[in-house]
Structure formats: structure tokens, C-alpha cells
């Protein structure tokens, strides 16, 4: 265990923070730019990777598991958004034969 822990603190915090930044940003991205529900979907599980890599870099750097505990409920909060996401998207196909999100206004009253 001490090892992991030596390779872990071996680099820098700074470069953790400025990994999962550029990560973020580019689900960010991908969330603004997009118009597929898929790449949408995508992209904020990007967004919620690249949050639990920070926080578990944070939690090794201070030594405390509390920062693991957190990646571990989103990772579960995860797991039922993509059940939920995924169906949401198969019955927008269903309707409307498109993932894409312009296309949503048809399913209007």
C-alpha cells in the first residue's frame, strides 16, 4: 500500500487539477456544442469522470478515504443515470426515429 501511495504523491497535485480541467472542459464542450443526446450523455459522464479522478487524487495527497467514499456514491449515482439516460433516450427514439435534441419540439402537445 505504501507503494501505490509514494507513486501516486510522486507527481504533482497541480497536474491532477490541470488534467481533470482540460477533461471538464471538454465535456463542457461537448454538452454546448453538441445536438446528439448520445454525445450530450457522453460528454457529462466525462464531466463527472473527471471529478471523481480529482477527488480520489485529493483524497490519496491527504491521506484521508473520505475524498473515496465520494467517487464511490457517484460512481453509483452514475450507474443509475445511465440506466435512466439510456432509456429516456430509446423511447426518443422510438418517437421521433432521432437522437437528435432539435428534434424534441415534435414530441410537444
Known amino acids: ?3 501505490l501511495t509514494t507513486n501516486i504523491q510522486a507527481i504533482p497535485i497541480n497536474h491532477y487539477i490541470l488534467l481533470c480541467s482540460i477533461v471538464f ?3 463542457v464542450i461537448g454538452v454546448l456544442i453538441r445536438r446528439n443526446a448520445i454525445i450530450i ?3 457529462v459522464e466525462l464531466m463527472l469522470n473527471s471529478v471523481n479522478l480529482l477527488l480520489a487524487a485529493f483524497s490519496v ?3 484521508d478515504a473520505t475524498g473515496q467514499v465520494f467517487v464511490f456514491f457517484i460512481m453509483a449515482l452514475a450507474a443509475a443515470e445511465v440506466a435512466v ?4 433516450i ?3 427514439y422510438r418517437n421521433t426515429s432521432s437522437v ?3 428534434v ?4 410537444k402537445w
Do not use: K
Open 90 to 92: 430509446v423511447m426518443i
Open 41 to 43: 450523455f457522453m460528454s
Open 100 to 102: 437528435d435534441i432539435n
Open 104 to 107: 424534441l419540439n415534435r414530441l
Open 25 to 27: 472542459s471538454i465535456g
Open 61 to 63: 495527497y491527504r491521506g
Open 85 to 88: 439516460g439510456l432509456a429516456i
Open 1 to 3: 500500500m505504501q507503494t
